[in-house]
């Protein structure tokens, strides 16, 4: 499966943030409702002008919707109408979707838009960055969605399957009256699970599985039947082409799903990178205090005062700035006196 996103189709928008791009495919929804409201276009026009990615991605989704508009068959009039009137953006994504599907299927712009964020943008279920969510499904499985993820449930007579689309999932498999499987997909493999409670973590090269009761079948896509069974306890890391590796589980390493990020003796900029996933702020430190280590348990939901809390335990000083289009930048920093013990 391909990793490739629309907005990383041409040369001029390969640099694109995931989040611009699917803050455009928005806009290009919200922008055709009728009457349009002189405030939103306001708005519009307000992030438009706000930073050059803006701009990028904007002529990039005008260009794909160019592409799109030849598709359309009166069939699909009353689905687009829809799309188009519907009252809240939760419904139009979901129109959306249905709407999509039928249009792109078999076009030569398939392989632009069937990934990321138009799959993710019309996910069954999904979280932004930071936001925890927990659902239940119809056969009672409990799922715990971590920061920035998203996932279609597909339950049919013969399985129960969870495309994981983004991101990370907590699944608490529930006994099913019709024994069906319970599977999660990602673009590298399956996880089926064997009465468990487990993690998936799509990463951008390999999907991590880690089992915390039961076991799991993991299944590679193109490794010619290769599978393994990870009993609790177990974590693996596979590749479409195969496994990669197997190690114990850190039970530390599931209590986001209680909000939390539990470090024992972490590089400190490996728990900086860590600790970005929940934060729309770009955190960072400075080369020279990369090596500290980090213990301790710390709340996701303020994630600026976790900064602070490192900068005044480690004796850092917390450089911050406000770029002009919105976003917030963090980087910790060597504190003078720590700079001067460093120099004598």
């Known amino acids: 499966m391909s990793a490739s996103s629309w907005y990383e189709n041409s040369t001029a928008s390969a640099a694109i943030p995931p989040q611009v791009a699917e803050r455009a495919l928005e806009w290009l929804v919200e922008l055709q409702e009728q009457p349009v409201p002189p405030e939103l276009v306001s708005q519009w026009r307000h992030w438009l002008s706000a930073h050059p990615d803006h701009e990028r991605a904007w002529q990039r989704i005008e260009a794909i919707n160019n592409?799109?508009?030849?598709?359309?068959?009166?069939?699909?009039?009353?689905?687009?109408?829809?799309?188009?009137?519907?009252p809240n953006p939760a419904r139009r994504r979901q129109l959306a979707k249905a709407l999509l599907l039928p249009l792109l299927v078999g076009s030569s712009v398939w392989g632009a838009v069937e990934y990321t964020p138009w799959r993710e943008w019309g996910a069954d279920q999904h979280t932004d960055v930071g936001q925890r969510r927990t659902l239940v499904l119809a056969d009672g499985t409990q799922l715990v969605l971590n920061t920035n993820s998203a996932v279609n449930v597909q339950f049919s007579a013969q399985e129960r399957r969870i495309r994981l689309l983004k991101g990370e999932i907590l699944a608490t498999t529930a006994k099913d009256a019709l024994a069906r499987p319970f599977l999660i997909e990602t673009a590298h493999g399956t996880a089926q699970a064997l009465g468990t409670r487990y993690v998936v973590r799509q990463l951008a090269q390999s999907t991590a599985v880690s089992v915390y009761q039961g076991a799991v079948r993991i299944r590679p896509n193109q490794a010619d039947g290769q599978t393994l069974v990870l009993q609790a306890g177990q974590q693996a890391r596979f590749r479409a082409h195969g496994i990669e590796m197997t190690a114990p589980v850190d039970t530390a390493s599931v209590d986001w799903s209680d909000g939390f990020i539990v470090a024992r003796s972490m590089r400190l900029d490996d728990f900086i990178a860590e600790l970005g996933r929940y934060s729309k702020a770009t955190i960072s430190c400075d080369p020279r205090v990369s090596s500290l280590r980090v213990s301790g348990s710390f709340p996701l939901d303020d994630v600026d005062k976790v900064v602070d809390t490192l900068a005044a335990t480690l004796d850092l000083q917390v450089d911050s700035a406000q770029h002009f289009w919105g976003s917030k930048r963090l980087r910790l920093l060597p504190a003078p006196a720590w700079r001067a013990s460093q120099a004598s």
């Open 67 to 86: 592409r799109l508009q030849p598709l359309t068959v009166p069939a699909h009039a009353a689905m687009a109408q829809a799309v188009l009137t519907a």
